[in-house]
């Protein structure tokens, strides 16, 4: 039988290549055996001060990378975040069964409060940070998925999820909401910023030479990938402790041509880090140049792009409307 899958990106900035390798490729992989939810979280962007132009362009740009990175729009459903309202609904009653302090133990809180107070000493912090999480539990429970495919730093959300989904089971009603489960591919690695690689690499980036973008051409690959961090040793081996930068290299190029670590580092094995840099922008701009001519294509026909955005809402509907019942029954919402 098809499984449910259920995943989704935030429209805050231009996509990364640790999204497509984390999550999106991924999602293309999966497509085939099973029942794809894709979506695009637009709500969870405004948890951030985002202008709406840019959130406006994000969001169809997004849309234009997924089908441009291969998912199948006869296969899949992909959708924007805000056309299915159930998100909210179901979102304010997860809201309201859980607590002050799980939610302030999100690192992904606490890192966004941080960087926050650092842009603006004086900014207060939005409660839609705080929140966040509760918003994502609703995406992914209103659906029912088997699968979520994401990457390790979206792990601790994922966790909370299950844990609001068993506490709303034990107080109301048994199997109110399936306990979903985090997919990761085998070989999957967190990609991580080109500058600094001991934290990951973010499309909230401020400083862009950190990040490969889906839409970087050759030369801006050329140019990040020569300047990012290594070592000194000139040996290609990976070690996340001693060596991040050359790590987070030969992950990406493990990751893209869908080789272990090992395989990769053995195909390095004598080479030193000018050839590793300059296979590396090769590989990423084969992967990327194709991708990026889909991503025009899509974009310059936005009529379609929105008619297949609204049908996969309509799917969506179908199935977030009956759960939302379900529950709202169940809570004692629904007093008709
Ligand atoms: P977002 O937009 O931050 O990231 C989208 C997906 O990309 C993965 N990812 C990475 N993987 C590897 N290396 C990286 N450097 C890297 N950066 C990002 C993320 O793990 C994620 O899978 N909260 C989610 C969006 C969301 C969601 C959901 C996902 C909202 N509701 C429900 C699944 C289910 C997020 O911020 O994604």
Redo the contacts with the bound molecule.
Sequence with gaps: MKKRV???????GKL????Y????SNFVKLQTENELFI?I?NL?AITIPIAKKELATNTLEIAAWYFACGIDPNVANVFV?SDVLEHTQLSYILLCNSYLGELERMT?FKDKMQKTKQQNKTISIPTGLLV?PT??AA??LLYEPDL???????TQ??ELTKTLAERLNAKYQANLFKIPQQYQAQH?????SLQDPTK????SDDNPKNVIFLSDDLNTITEKIKKAVTDSENIIKYDIEKKPGVSNLLAIYASITNKTIAEAESYFASKDYSFLKTEIITTIHNLLAPIQEKQQKYLSDQASLIKLLQQGAENAKKIAASKLQEVQKAIGINYQ
């Design positions: 259920l995943s989704g990106v935030t429209s805050t990364t290549l640790g999204n390798l984390g999550a999106i979506f979280a969870h975040q992904q966040y918003l994502m995406d992914i979520v495919p994401v990457g390790s730093d979206q959300h994922l999957s690695h967190r990609i991580m990951k690499m973010s499309k």
